[in-house]
């Protein structure tokens, strides 16, 4: 089909000449190592700010994906680079885990455990194993998976629990950022324990991950799911009763994509029917968040009516292969649709052509957000580099 050949030569151009080249060129800290914690909306270089663990953990996912999938050295180059740091500074020797940040020299600066950040670590180290056989990278990865599965798992009422203190110990403030809610149970961590545990399942066939595995599968379809709206709830008490009225489309899509994905690895054909049934429905519900020129709004507060229109860089990287996905396998061209208009709509309002990468979102009103971060904290190179990747993988099936 030629529209797909040219969205794929268009999803390679964009990934190894605007968002890889942003990364390799002015992120890596030569000089203290790891990656430069900052750089503004702007494409201000802030080199003294802190460094954090996500950031680190999601540049070793995407170059180490990145080099699996081109095969140049100097994307392994920058997943070794993130490797390293991530094993020699983030990772935690006296208690496990890894800390939540580090000073711009690399010292350990919030060590407090956040699992969503572990989770992150699993993904990238599985990610680089997975594209080079490093024995060393699966190793902390399975000690990882075992500090999340010792600490954070709930025995009792099943789930994982959201963040501790350096040692493991209650939290007062578990949240993992200022606007969250500060609840012990969040659909985003688990979404994002679902994600690296599928990547290590991949390549380490441990019955006891399987089993976990599974289990996240069934907590989404649920505990999770909003089963009257499709939509996902975010926060929960331990007695998984929801503590929020907020719709975030982005990770309606982005999950729709990842339970079906979960499910496909594991390949349980019953588990993978009903699987299929809700990841339709969730990406159905999530289209409510599209907008007429192919964009979809960040998120909607069902009990007061408010509306976060902004176009999020993320939430159109998670579309274009969650619609995607929904056509692949269901041969859907409504979804096909939707996936390319909003990759329409990136090309012409997200893409920063002029110094790399991509800007943090489009506001509400159509103008260029460059207040928030070009590189940072959350914004990395994995939402947008993970669209590429993925869509270059399937097309090319």
Not at 197 to 208: A, E, G, M, S
Not at 310 to 328: C, K, L, P, S
Not at 369 to 393: I, S, T
Request: glycine share 6%.
């Amino acid at each position: 089909m030629e529209a797909l050949q040219k969205l794929y030569n268009e999803m390679e151009d964009i990934l190894v000449s605007n968002i890889l080249p942003y990364w390799m060129n002015g992120m890596k800290d030569n000089a203290r190592g790891g990656f430069f914690g900052r750089i503004t909306g702007r494409d201000v270089l802030m080199p003294d700010a802190p460094k954090g663990a996500i950031l680190c953990a999601r540049i070793l996912w995407t170059f180490s994906a990145a080099y699996r999938l081109l095969g140049k050295q100097e994307y392994l180059d920058m997943a070794t680079h993130a490797k390293r740091y991530l094993i020699d500074c983030f990772y935690d020797r006296d208690f496990g885990g890894v800390y939540w940040s580090l000073t711009a020299e690399g010292d350990p600066l919030d060590t407090k455990k956040q699992v969503y950040a572990i989770g992150f670590a699993v993904y990238g180290l599985s990610e680089y194993h997975r594209a080079t056989g490093d024995e060393e990278a699966l190793t902390y990865a399975v000690r990882l998976f075992d500090d999340i599965e010792k600490h954070s798992f709930d025995t009792v009422k099943n789930g994982y629990q959201e963040a501790f203190t350096r040692q493991w110990e209650e939290i007062a403030d578990m949240r993992l950022s200022e606007k969250d809610a500060n609840e012990r149970k969040t659909m985003n961590t688990h979404l994002h324990i679902l994600e690296p545990y599928t990547n290590l399942y991949r390549v380490w066939k441990d019955d006891r991950l399987r089993e976990r595995l599974h289990n996240l599968i069934l907590l989404f379809t649920e505990k999770i799911l909003n089963k009257e709206t499709s939509h996902l709830q975010l926060f929960f008490n331990d007695d998984w009763q929801s503590k929020s009225s907020i719709i975030s489309y982005g990770h309606d899509i982005e999950a729709s994509w990842l339970l079906h994905e979960a499910a496909l690895e594991l390949g349980d054909t019953r588990l993978l029917a009903s699987v299929e049934m809700v990841v339709r429905c969730i990406a159905d519900a999530a289209a409510e968040g599209v907008t007429t020129e192919g964009g979809m709004i960040y998120e909607r507060d069902t009990n007061t009516g408010h509306t976060d229109a902004d176009r999020h860089w993320w939430v159109q990287a998670e579309a274009v292969v969650g619609y995607f996905n929904i056509y692949q396998h269901f041969d859907d061209p409504v979804a096909l649709q939707r996936s390319l208009d909003c990759w329409e709509f990136i090309k012409k309002h997200l893409i920063d052509r002029e110094h790399g990468e991509w800007f943090w979102s489009i506001r509400a009103d159509g103008t260029v957000n460059r207040e928030d971060d070009k590189a940072g904290f959350w914004k990395c190179p994995y939402h947008n580099g993970r669209m590429c990747m993925e869509l270059m993988q399937r097309i090319s099936k």
